[in-house]
């Protein structure tokens, strides 16, 4: 199931960033969150209008991992097992800032890095295994993830 998070009131309020669409995948039982490039205005927005309910299972950290997103608030409420942060190489912006891979390594979040690790491709199976796949080296790695969602809730 793919779900579109719209966070409305951000489109008149922030930036052009915070008006990125937001997407939810679900799939057996997991949640791929694709955050486009909100900041902190539309992280808020999102985590109020989901009522704290983000958890996911796999997150496209927002903004490339700049500083202006990735609060404090929202990285907790989206618990991500996995953290996908795309960032070029040598970037001139210097993304990600160290406190916001530091947010994310609090939570015991794998992250993945494009600027490090070149393509990555996370694999979530009909059962719900988690496998992250880097270019950069040709790993793979099982990733442990509860379900983002119970049997009760949309999407699961």
Known sequence: MVQAELPARSLGAGGLNDASLVLSVWFAGRRVLFTGDIEQLGEGELVDLSGGALRSTVLKVPHHGSRSSSSSRFVTAAAPAVAVISAG???????????????????????????????????LSRHGDVTLWRAADGSRQRVAAAPAVDSGSAGG
């Open 89 to 123: 190489a040598s970037g001139r912006y210097g993304f990600p800032h160290p406190e916001v891979l530091h947010r994310y390594a609090e939570r015991a979040s794998v992250i993945a890095r494009t600027d490090r690790d070149g393509a990555v491709e996370v694999r």
